[in-house]
């Protein structure tokens, strides 16, 4: 690729990294809009000439799903933002739900050349508006589909594995029918994002786009129950299926107290407000309870989501409450800043014990215990160990534990034949292939508990093993 | 979209639905739920499915309306339609031939009670059935259970109809007849009830099995909301159940804890029935 930019590397290095612009965090900790508006034009385009156009661009090493991310920053660069996101739709056909979720500081932009001396190139919010500028002047044309193939695939789940797969082999011209148990399409982007991190409307547009390359979508469908995977293949004529059912099961801490009123997992609470719309209550039906204190448990992606709701719900004092300190927190930097901002308050170090009622089977607080750093474990962090004689008690009235899911076991226990690993996830090899010839799996439900982008990069391994699956029973046998 | 076939007024506040729902029909066993939502901005709610007929493709759910999302159910009719309905979910009952099994169904329970009943039947058990209700004209499905019951006995607490008491008061009547040779009890109908049959079954030591209504969201195992201690264990109702070994079964927990919208429901009842006046005067104008 011969160079676009004018500039010469040492002027691209004197421009700042571009900043978002955001909500400010008094406003927005009180409403559920979107806390970044992305970059506006002028800022896309400034922060497209930071890039080094590298010959070896190491960014995209550091994609999940290979983007040519040198290519479509260059693309903005020339203000071609359509050919821009069409270069991303290449690899990845949810671009406006990764620009605004994936964990780009430990991915492509960690690998930046500009960020060894300097700040990387901001490419996640240069994908962010790309594709949010192909949404609202309407640009969307859907890739040409060339071939036909006649072979129907089953993908259960519409979560980013799911619809990343079915999106690829939709583009390959088969015939993809999708399965959501829920009433509608997103799995974890619907129920457990937050509509202030991922807006709704843009998960709605992103599934159109995908329902636009002819694939089904059969909703309240729950494989397992409705149907089991051998009646997919046997009568309903599936060639293949590809499984991503997530992780959706809710684990608790086995401590006193959990089943009072007042505590919730995540993955409850979350769903109330995110797909129900609770905190909409009473224009919709469904309830959801929030004490003036709020302790959320858990360091992940999904606690700082639960805080951060709570918090939005009206939460007067908004808990997160983690065994390790700061530095071992999975949470993504930016939502734990973000939450920073929104006043959270980090109860770091700190180990819950009980979960303490009232008169009206109400929480009314949580017993803790003080703990210190010892040794690292076998996941390479120091292991949290308790001081002896630091109990003390947080006054609060909800609890929310946030301390990780495992896959839902309706599917493994419906399927023959299908070999499980630990913590009940499915086993895959590297092309995503299970133990049962035509089914592959892919997503938290093989991974435990990882990323969207993880997720969707595996959708997209998976549909290409399927199709050579495919092409290997059509062929003739030697 | 789910449309609604037929339309039946069992009891004042108790009503019987028809459901267009073929996949549903054709996997549904005694002792399944559907979880549905009426219109869009709704509730999710579990339902047991009373009966299906897998030819034309539909389940019965009865329904009594004792909430906002169950008022606005029963005010839609054949020819409206329900926005989502899933299922088959949760564990079909496990029916095994007994010997003699005693059936016990408080309220709109019986419905739930009754494809139980019809299956124990089936099975070759003899099956009595004690049908409770609070007063005379709540009292459902007597003639039904009657189609698959050796015996069937109704209890009102007001003595406005059959027996005076409470169901408890014939299932002791029966258990102490000499020679009834009881051998297991299944009992739906409200947590109280469950509750005082499981502790009179305990002294017996006679089997007894319950099913569940708990706070649910999504009844697929997904937000927990349904757990409870049976056996000093977390179970969700969704899909470890709904049925449970009663003499297991934590029942004070579960009521205090199925207490936790009470307010709220209250808020969504009023504003539903609020709605539905308003819908009933513009029509009769």
Redo the contacts between chains.
Sequence with gaps: MSAVNPLKPSQRMKIPRQESIEQPAAERSINFLEVSFGFDEDRAVLESQRCLECKEPYCTDGCPVGIDIRGFVTLVLQKDYVGAVQKIREANYLPAICGRVCPQESQCESLCVMGKKLTPVAIGKLERFVADYEMKHQLFTPPVVTERREEKIAVVGSGPSGLTCAAELAKMGYRVTVFE???AVGGVLR?GIPEFRLPKEILDLETERIKALGVEVY????IG???TIDELFDEWGFKAIFLGTGA???T?M?MPG?????V??A??FL??VN???AY????????I?IGKAVGVIGGGNTAMDAVRTARRLGAERAYLIYRRSREEMPAREEEIHHAEQEGIEFLLLTNPLRILADE??WVQGLECQRMTLGEPDESGRRRPVPIPGSEFTVELQTVIEAIGQKP???IQATTPGLATGKRGTVVTDAQQATSRPGIFAGGDLSRGGATVILAMRDGKVAARAIAGYLQGLNSPPP | MFLILRKKVLAPTVTQFDVKAPFIARKRKAGNFVMIRVEEGGERIPLTIADSNPAEGSITLIVQAIGGTTKLLTSKGAGDSLLDVVGPLGNPTPIENHGVVACVGGGVGTAELFPIAQALKAAGNVVHTIIGARTRELVILEQEMATCSDSVTVTTDDGSYARKGFVTDALKALLDLPGSGVHAVYAIGPLPMMKAVSNLTRTYGIATLVSLNTIMVDGTGMCGGCRLTVGGQMKFACVDGPEFDGHAVDFDELMKRNRTYVDMEKITDERHVCRLTAVRQEEIR
């Design positions: 148990a829920l009433h129920y909703t309240n469908f729950v129950r409705t149907a959706g099961t809710p608790f086995g959990e089943n009072l009123s007042g919730y997992s993955n409850e769903t109330r797909l129900m719309g909409r209550f009473p224009e919709n039906d469904t309830p309870k009206n089977n839902n076991p309706i």
